[in-house]
């Protein structure tokens, strides 16, 4: 068989339903190549893609003897993509003296992982610049044999490594009361980011020191300055799911994500997951610590607060075309992100017609646990003012609310888990804004 002729083959099984029939002659397979280009050629993106192409090499650089290897791969001097810092809702672009976060750009990246150095960033007191060689866990309270262990000897125990999101409290608080329109998807929803975590798991940890059984919950304290500590339960969902990691997307965690140990709470608040991990105590009642009793509550609106709102609801967002692009009539890909910290992400809708019909969009594989999902759709944009809203159910059925559902509910008095659909208006002159719907 000619090669040519076996890739041809490869290619139409590959398209699945394109081929049918018996078509195993040569002179067949080539008519089963010139359906797939067929059928593909009525997609509207590969339309928009074979007008898109340049027609003339003329313009393209001559190739030529590159830069010198370095200790660091640095990105293109063409891609310009930055986080940006923030002092609270509506302050941004602060110097860093006065930042309490650093928002990461969605609208910018592609895929569902977040690179480290682009990673969002929440801390209280700064960054510690912490010694490994010095640094201790501590694990002690109700079990039968407390342990302080290395990070050396942490690293010597079987581990694990999983994709999850991390989303800060604060994510969304933008549009609580309401919309600036001059914002984009990085200001509004950019306290959400997804890595591959590598540590130990809890359980082992847990089976280690023989947690007593009327343990019910467990101190996690960070060694930073402000010395965050969270009680967190010890539910089975937890206990499975915990990790104590050190890895984060193949290096090791950097200083501002928790280096060199940070709890990773899949699925629950990112102040929950510590930092700079320097203690685990079990017992059985919560600590009420300054950080469940004035910090992370969440106001009701009847004027009292809810403790304990541990874990993020189901969310998504468009980030592409989001706030202060622009866009053109025709041919345009809808593209986002969509997590959970119930489960896998099950369905994305997307509406361009400001809520009144629904599409399902495209979900791109992996579609993993308590990780972001990224989701796209083809759209043919009439030219006339519009809105554009995603909404997305995970596994359990949890199905993400709209703006004023969700306001009904948990009235405007809240300042954190804001997971109301985002909706972008797009005017006549194709320029996307925030709004609120």
């Not at 990673?119 to 501590?138: F, Q, T, W």
């Not at 082992?204 to 500590?229: K, N, Q, Y």
């Amino acid at each position: 068989m000619d090669p040519k002729d076996r890739d041809n083959t490869r290619g139409a099984e590959h398209k699945g339903s394109v081929s049918g029939g018996d078509e195993s002659g040569p002179k067949q397979r080539l008519l089963t190549r010139r359906k797939v280009l067929v059928g593909l050629s009525v997609l509207p993106g590969v339309a928009l893609w074979g007008r898109s192409m340049a027609d003339t090499l003329a313009d393209v650089p001559a190739r030529g003897p590159g830069d010198l290897l370095g200790k660091y791969s640095e990105r293109s001097k063409y891609v310009q993509i930055s986080r940006v810092p923030e002092a609270g809702p509506g302050v941004r672009n602060v110097e860093p003296i006065n930042a309490i976060n650093s928002k990461a750009p969605l609208d910018k990246l592609v895929g569902i992982i977040t690179p480290s150095d682009l990673h969002y960033e929440r801390s209280h007191a700064g960054v510690p610049e912490i010694d490994p060689a010095k640094h201790r866990l501590l694990i002690h309270g109700m079990v039968k044999k407390p342990m302080v262990l290395t990070v050396y000897d942490l690293m010597a125990l079987p581990s694990v490594s999983q994709i999850h999101f991390i989303e800060c409290t604060g994510n969304g608080w933008e549009n609580w009361k309401k919309a600036d329109e001059n914002l984009t998807v990085q200001n509004t929803h950019g306290l959400v980011s997804c890595s591959e975590w590598t540590g130990v798991p809890l359980r082992l940890l847990v089976d280690m020191v023989g947690v007593d059984r009327r343990s019910l919950w467990m101190l996690a304290e960070g060694g930073d300055g402000a010395g965050v500590d969270r009680s967190i339960p010890l539910t089975d969902e937890i206990l499975n799911d915990a990790l104590v990691a050190y890895g984060q997307n193949g290096e090791p965690i950097r200083p501002a994500h928790g280096y060199p140990i940070r709890l990773i709470m899949p699925g629950f608040e990112g102040n929950l997951n510590i930092k700079w991990l320097r203690r685990l105590k079990f017992g059985d009642r919560p600590w009420m610590t300054r950080w469940e009793t004035d910090r992370y509550t969440q106001l009701r609106p009847d004027g009292k607060a809810t403790q304990f709102q541990l874990r993020m609801d189901t969310n998504s967002v468009i980030t592409s075309p989001s706030g202060m692009m622009e866009i053109r009539p025709g041919y345009n890909r809808i593209t986002g992100l969509a997590w959970s910290g119930h489960g896998k992400i099950a369905k994305v809708e997307v509406s361009t017609d400001e809520g009144k019909t629904w599409k399902v969009a495209q979900l791109n594989l992996p579609v993993l646990y308590k990780a972001q999902t990224r989701f796209q759709m083809d759209w043919l944009w009439d030219g006339k003012p519009t809105m554009i809203v995603s909404r997305s159910t995970d596994d359990k059925g949890n199905i993400q609310p709209d703006r004023r559902s969700f306001i009904a509910r948990v009235g405007s008095n809240a300042l954190f888990h804001y997971n109301a659909q985002q909706t972008w208006s797009i005017d006549s002159n194709g320029k996307v804004h925030n709004a609120l719907s």
